[in-house]
């Protein structure tokens, strides 16, 4: 099975500033690699798909990039709104899915 | 417009099984594989199985397998998920998302269960 890991659980970071979440799998996925949102009490969002691409409506200070078994997710200037949780998730040998356990990210 | 309309919350007696549903509207349900995530309090994301409305065809997470039982009724486009010999550690928030085409593009609000004697 293919594990996903996010290092960082925590990631605290002020407005305006520009913050990088990575995520690495345990083996080569490609680019197959998603992003998700996820703000409290609310189900997820997808926001990037095959590690680079932006969702339909995604603004466009969120970027990733990566391939192979290493995967950033960057905000280039966050705003408040973005506090939530942001897990990786391969789609590489989809139907089977794996996400990473999530990096919560705290507004100074 | 894309729409995943989850069953309500559930509270269950430990060792009961429940059936929560998930009703798709504004696509082909056949055309697309529905996966449904668990979420335990505090906790992240865990995938639990997909099934593809189409042929019913499914996959299952091992750690899933003899615990959830994934099946559609196209009929009336909505899918399914039976969880059994429930334990306080199935106490969680399941979604149900569209995989579109390889990721999940479309979620449900969350079905929450609760596990408790």
């Known amino acids: 099975d293919i594990v996903m890991t996010q290092s960082h659980k925590f990631m605290s970071t002020s407005v305006g500033d520009r913050v990088s979440i990575t995520c690495k799998a345990s083996q080569d996925v490609s680019t197959a690699v998603a992003w998700y949102q996820q703000k409290p009490g609310q189900s997820p969002k997808l926001l990037i798909y095959?590690?680079?691409y932006r969702y339909t409506g995604v603004p466009d200070r969120f970027t990733g990039s990566g391939s192979g078994t290493d995967f950033t997710f960057t905000i280039s200037s966050v705003q408040a709104e973005d506090l939530a949780v942001y897990y990786c998730?391969?789609?590489?040998?989809?139907?089977?899915?794996?996400f990473g356990g999530g990096t919560k990210l705290e507004i100074k | 417009e894309v729409q995943l309309q989850q069953s309500g919350t559930v509270l269950a007696r430990p060792g009961a099984s429940v059936k929560m549903s998930c009703k798709a509207s504004?696509?082909?349900?056949?055309?697309?594989?529905m996966h449904w995530v668990k979420q335990r309090p505090g906790q992240g994301l865990e995938w639990i199985g997909a099934?593809?409305?189409?042929?019913?065809?499914?996959s299952y997470n091992q750690k899933f397998k003899g615990k959830a039982k994934l099946t559609a009724v196209t009929s009336t486009s909505t899918a399914y998920m039976e969880l059994s010999s429930l334990t306080n550690e199935d106490s969680a928030v399941y979604y149900c998302?569209?995989?579109?085409?390889?990721?999940?593009?479309?979620w449900g609000q969350g079905t929450t269960l609760t596990v408790s004697s």
């Open positions: 504004g696509y082909t349900f056949t055309s697309y594989w």
């Open positions: 099934i593809y409305p189409g042929n019913s065809d499914t």
């Open positions: 998302t569209r995989q579109g085409p390889k990721y999940g593009d479309y």
């Open positions: 095959s590690a680079s």
């Open positions: 998730q391969q789609h590489y040998s989809t139907p089977t899915w794996t």
